[in-house]
């Protein structure tokens, strides 16, 4: 799947920032927009990498079940 950052996309389609807030930034310098956005991408980065690690985890369970070994250290198959 191609996942483009905004400035990508932006990139691809010659828009840019044509909402009039071009001159605003924050105490520290940097577009409020700006960092709303790499906070959404911080914030789905490690949601993904959370299912990554739950799919994983599911895949290891189901194969344990499957051969009839041990989950959760039971003994028996769950």
Same mark, same amino acid.
């Given at each position: 799947?191609?996942?483009?950052?905004? /400035?990508?996309?932006?990139?691809?389609?010659?828009?840019?920032?044509?909402?009039?807030?071009?001159?605003?930034?924050?105490?520290?310098?940097?577009?409020? /927009?700006?960092?709303?956005?790499?906070?959404? /991408?911080?914030?789905?980065?490690?949601?993904?990498?959370?299912?990554?690690?739950?799919?994983?985890?599911?895949?290891?369970?189901?194969?344990?079940?499957?051969?009839?070994?041990?989950?959760?250290?039971?003994?028996?198959?769950?």
């Amino acid at each position: 799947m191609d996942t483009l950052t905004m /400035e990508q996309a932006r990139g691809r389609t010659g828009t840019g920032n044509s909402s009039g807030k071009a001159g605003r930034k924050t105490a520290k310098g940097k577009d409020p /927009e700006a960092v709303a956005r790499e906070q959404f /991408e911080a914030w789905m980065q490690r949601i993904m990498e959370r299912f990554d690690r739950q799919d994983r985890i599911i895949s290891v369970l189901i194969n344990k079940d499957a051969a009839g070994g041990e989950v959760h250290g039971r003994g028996t198959a769950v």
